[in-house]
């Protein structure tokens, strides 16, 4: 389905209810492949300028993952990017852009993405992956079930959301500026994404006014979702090409800068802040050539199942200048000693190195 909406508002008081006809959704032609990073296809898709949509917290899009989720793991099919598995709820060239009070449930893939599109508001989202299939319990088998991925977009606002995933929380992707994530709740999975970057050989990646504040990172019962990764995290592809995209890649350079990640609480997460630059990649690949500058990380407080509360691994071909720290105050597991962890990293300010 496709809106193309114009100085309009929608009142959504119920649920787009997407059949969970795998082999049909599979089928290349049924959905839209208007997303291009990593070649997704989309249900659901949205364009337009000057539009709002409330959905009232009383309506929104059922997608019926369970279906999906015990499919390819009861079948052991190898869950790979661009395979078809679409993103529920996509906003595509939009302009000035509202989605509010909206609620997706069981999303398959992706709960939303949006991209190409300036000017975008999302107050108020719930996304709620979670597997109920007892064949699977203590297992996470709702991966890349991300609330959301931004991908070549300049003002997007998302304020008020409720992640339950297997995934990323937030992946912000390439050529996403001036980014705000204000009052955010991460139910399992793998926190706040900046990246992958560098995925496509001739295509730089820019992450550039990026601020996101007041996160909570929560554990789940491990029956539920055993998987509660990071606080943050930022990662990009080396340098050397391995594989054609969408599943490999690798090559692309670029830049993130002035990104600020502020008040953070973090419950018993794996790694609270994480960079690195080898995703995808291989011992000797050529180094990263995408470069981290003017990182802030302020106000995190918690608990962490490790003993390295920050660990900034940049890469060598562009060493990371100007990576700030204040208050860090997240605690380590019983009986450990807080490391804190700086490779490639011109200088930094508010912890010991």
């Avoid at 990073?37 to 949205?46: D, G, L, M, N, T």
């Avoid at 800068?257 to 973090?266: D, G, M, T, W």
Wanted: aromatic share 10%; hydrophobic share 35%.
């Amino acid at each position: 389905m496709t809106w193309n909406l114009v100085e309009s508002t929608v009142d959504l008081h119920g649920y787009l209810n997407f059949v969970p006809d795998i082999q049909y959704w599979l089928n290349a032609n049924n959905t839209y492949r208007v997303v291009f990073i990593q070649s997704q296809a989309s249900w659901f898709v949205v364009t337009g300028r000057s539009f709002v949509i409330d959905a009232h917290n009383t309506g929104g899009i059922m997608g019926n993952g369970q279906a999906w989720w015990s499919y390819y793991s009861a079948n052991n099919i190898t869950r790979e990017d661009g395979d078809g598995r679409p993103i529920a709820f996509t906003l595509y060239q939009v302009t000035d852009g509202a989605v509010k009070n909206f609620r997706i449930e069981q999303q398959p893939f992706w709960c939303n993405t949006v991209a190409e599109s300036r000017g975008v508001l999302y107050d108020g989202m719930l996304c709620n992956a979670t597997n109920e299939d007892p064949r699977f319990a203590g297992q996470n088998i709702v991966p890349n079930t991300d609330g959301i991925d931004t991908f070549r977009s300049d003002d997007v606002t998302m304020i008020n959301w409720d992640i339950t995933c297997g995934d990323d929380c937030l992946a912000i992707k390439g050529n996403s500026t001036n980014v705000v994530a204000r009052d955010i709740i991460c139910r399992g999975g793998n926190g706040i994404a900046v990246g992958s970057l560098g995925q496509y050989v001739d295509l730089p990646d820019i992450v550039d006014h990026l601020t996101i504040e007041n996160v909570q990172a929560v554990r789940l019962d491990p029956e539920v979702q055993p998987n509660m990764g990071t606080g943050i995290y930022l990662k990009t592809w080396t340098d050397t090409v391995n594989g054609v995209p969408p599943t490999g890649g690798g090559g692309g350079g670029g830049r993130v800068s002035n990104v600020i990640a502020k008040n953070f609480s973090l419950d018993r997460v794996s790694t609270p802040i994480h960079l690195y630059q080898t995703n995808g990649g291989h011992s000797g690949d050529a180094p990263s050539t995408l470069q981290f500058s003017n990182l802030t990380f302020e106000d995190f407080s918690g608990t962490s199942l490790s003993d390295e509360i920050v660990d900034i691994e940049c890469s060598a071909a562009v060493p990371c200048p100007n990576i700030s720290f204040k208050n860090i105050n997240v605690s380590p597991p019983s009986g450990g000693s807080v490391e804190y962890v700086f490779k490639n990293v011109v200088n930094e300010t508010g912890l010991p190195t």
